[in-house]
């Protein structure tokens, strides 16, 4: 039975998409369930760059958390992508906490639309945009329940691969220029990645359609072209990485992420790869080999640790995108069995259950997928930047305290939501990991910020004395016992 040609089923497939985009923005969602504000490191540090850059009025912008030297995009790659949210902010007036906290989900959902866009002409819409939504986020390798630069650029390698699957003319070369210009301008891991898929079929082309591959060469490889200027001073220092043996503890490590993910969803996978291989078109193998270029890529860095590392960080979350549509034509092979006709009687069942026992198997796999991976996407541990007192305390300071207060000393981990909600200047911050500098901010404070030539000598003016001391789990407040400085709001103190 087709189901190209049965309208029952088409309405059905078309039906299943409703629950398929609820669910990816529910999973997209469940880190903010109970927390309103941005959530990682990497969305505080954008937010920071965008109100900079706005405040500057160039993609080349004071550093906002010191107050001096310059970032621009010689140095910094993803200076488009603050620009872009500054520039949305500003024009829909939407609160940021309000961006950050719904936007991630809202971009998941139009990547799940992306991925049916293409995979339901090959017959298997719903099914990889189901499999999508399993896709998780985690604090090593980012995801799409965070506003982050992969979490965007995730939703543009369904629609080029939709591009050069199903369209060879110059207006859709012109759009794959515009779109790679596009990732390159935001971020260059996810302009690279979808490259790495069509490889593959672009050598498959070669033979029987030299001018589709030619044409998608020139589309993918021009904009990188445009932006040589630009990118020139890190060429070497990317080149000489390659030769870099990197230590395997400082990466979230490949069998941890598939486990992440899911050994069912890879296993129908499996099956899926199967049946494209069997298939045997071009897209079908443009499908299958552009998985396997981009499981080698990761591979070869995860077992010899040369390469570049933000490929191998960022890759991961594209390698699940492709395991998703590729898993999606696994369970249409489930959901398309039939049995025969003759087993109605045998089984003494009416032809329609053995007419659509695929589709009841299908369902039975999805609630049993489901039925592992929503317990393990809500148990998934995150960190929390900031809470609600140190929220508002940081919106008080931002509103109450004059222009001539403008550096603080504060938790180095809390310093860059601090910076990015008050816009005043800080001390230190926690990026990564502490550093010197940082441990002596928090000496500083536990110690009851009694070193006033300290807070003189670097310009200090605001000192907030919450604490969040990771080992407890806790945040403890250490009241100042310095005589210059008065308290004006709780644990805010000002120096006079």
Not at 133 to 147: D, K, N, S
Not at 264 to 271: K, R
Not at 291 to 311: D, E, N, Q, S
Request: glycine share 6%; hydrophobic share 55%.
């Amino acid at each position: 039975m087709s189901l190209r040609n049965n309208g029952k089923i088409l309405t059905f497939d078309h039906l299943m998409l409703l629950p398929v985009a609820a669910l990816a923005f529910y999973v997209a969602f469940i880190p903010h369930l109970n927390y309103a504000y941005a959530l990682h490191v990497d969305e505080w540090l954008h937010l920071s760059f965008a109100k900079a850059m706005l405040r500057d009025g160039s993609v080349t912008f004071t550093n906002p958390f010191f107050g001096a030297g310059k970032i621009g995009v010689s140095t910094y790659l993803e200076a488009s992508f603050n620009l872009f949210w500054g520039v949305f902010q500003a024009v829909s007036g939407i609160p940021w906490m309000i961006i950050f906290r719904y936007f991630p989900s809202i971009i998941f959902v139009i990547t799940i639309l992306t991925v049916y866009i293409l995979a339901d002409r090959e017959g298997f819409g719903w099914e990889a945009a189901f499999f999508t939504c399993l896709i998780p986020t985690t604090v090593g390798i980012l995801g799409p329940a965070l506003l982050v630069p992969v979490a965007l650029g995730l939703l543009f390698t369904p629609l080029i691969l939709f591009l050069v699957f199903n369209f060879r003319d110059p207006l859709s070369y012109l759009l794959l220029f515009v779109l790679i210009g596009f990732l390159l301008a935001i971020h260059a891991p996810s302009a690279i990645s979808p490259i790495i898929v069509l490889a593959p079929y672009m050598l498959l082309n070669l033979k029987g359609n030299f001018k589709h591959s030619l044409g998608m060469i020139l589309a993918l490889l021009l904009p990188f072209l445009v932006i040589f200027p630009w990118i020139f001073n890190l060429l070497l220092p990317t080149a000489r990485s390659l030769f870099i043996e990197h230590s395997a503890s400082e990466f979230v490590q490949l069998p941890r992420i598939i486990e992440n993910y899911g050994y069912l969803p890879v296993l129908v996978c499996l099956l899926g790869t199967i049946r494209l291989a069997l298939k045997g078109d071009s897209k079908s193998y443009g499908l299958v080999l552009g998985l396997l270029a981009l499981l080698l890529m990761l591979v070869a860095f995860f077992t010899f640790h040369r390469g570049v590392p933000i490929m191998y960080e960022r890759g991961l979350m594209y390698m699940m995108l492709m395991l998703s549509i590729v898993a999606g034509a696994g369970l249409a092979t489930i959901k398309n069995l039939e049995l025969p006709a003759r087993f109605s009687d045998w089984l003494r069942v009416p032809p329609f259950v053995t007419e659509n026992v695929g589709r009841f198997l299908s369902l039975v796999l999805v609630g049993v997928i489901l039925a592992i991976a929503i317990p393990a996407r809500l148990g998934t541990p995150y960190y929390l930047m900031i809470d609600t007192e140190d929220y508002h305390a940081f919106v008080w300071i931002k509103n109450n305290l004059a222009g001539e207060y403008n550096r603080a000393i504060v938790d180095p981990w809390k310093a860059t939501a601090f910076n990015a909600i008050t816009d005043r200047h800080i001390y230190t911050r926690v990026h990564n990991y502490p550093t010197a500098i940082d441990e002596a901010a928090y000496a500083f404070i536990r110690g009851g910020s009694r070193d006033t030539a300290f807070l003189r000598q670097n310009g200090i003016s605001i000192i907030y004395t919450r604490v969040y001391e990771g080992k407890q789990g806790q945040n403890i407040e250490y009241p100042s016992q310095n005589p210059q400085l008065i308290e004006v709001a709780k644990n805010i103190y000002v120096l006079k």
